[in-house]
């Protein structure tokens, strides 16, 4: 059972950075896709960033790009998103997801934007609070 739990969501003020890290345990397939998604209060989830993590390969949504960034850790089976630049708008609740792959090679941009799209995640996280204030 894949098991994911977000940290380092908090207040900060518009223009500050935060960093929200997902310590995932679990894994029994060798890939996965593991995304960040975010829900504000009255809208519908959104999927932010993504990482295909056999190789590496990155996606984030025209919102959020250039002022995040996705990124994992392997070694301490960790997912980041650091966050920039950060704006009112992006106060949300932010949730960390993760999907088995059972692709035999690294996914197309379009397949990346898909999964973000379609929100077709098997597992996730509990969500960790992100305020940003002005």
């Known amino acids: 059972l894949v098991q994911l739990v977000e940290s380092g969501g908090g207040s900060v003020q518009a223009g500050g950075s935060l960093r929200l890290s997902c310590a995932a345990s679990?894994?029994?397939?060798?890939?996965?896709?593991m995304g960040w998604f975010r829900q504000a209060p009255g809208k519908e989830r959104e999927g932010v960033a993504v990482?295909?993590?056999?190789?590496?390969?990155?996606y984030c949504v025209d919102s959020v790009k250039g002022r995040f960034t996705i990124s994992q850790d392997n070694a301490k089976n960790t997912l980041y998103l650091q966050m920039n630049s950060l704006k009112p708008e992006d106060t949300a609740v932010y949730y960390c997801a993760a999907d088995p792959s059972y692709l035999y090679w690294t996914p197309s941009i379009a397949t990346m934007r898909d999964k973000l799209k379609t929100s077709d995640f098997g597992y996730w996280g509990q969500g960790t609070q992100v305020t940003v204030s002005s």
């Open positions: 679990g894994y029994t397939y060798s890939s996965y896709y």
């Open positions: 990482i295909y993590t056999n190789g590496g390969i990155t």
